[in-house]
């Protein structure tokens, strides 16, 4: 079974190519995975962010 890994916003920011004001925003209105709060850090697991990754292509024209 492959590992999955957690991202930091920094690592997060690098690999949507958007900022932490951006992305806070989207989780705000419920279009961004929210992560999860781990030992007082904010981390998001990156299969989760591959899925939003592909359904936003799709979405986009």
Do not use: C, H
């Not at 920094?10 to 705000?28: H, Q, V």
């Amino acid at each position: 079974m492959p590992q999955d890994r957690l991202l930091p916003l920094p690592e997060l920011e690098r690999k949507i190519g958007f900022k932490k004001s951006k992305i806070y925003d989207w989780i705000a209105n419920g279009g961004f995975p929210p992560g999860k709060l781990v030992l007082g850090k904010r981390l998001w697991l990156e299969s989760e962010i591959d899925e939003w990754i592909t359904a936003e292509w799709e979405k986009a024209s």
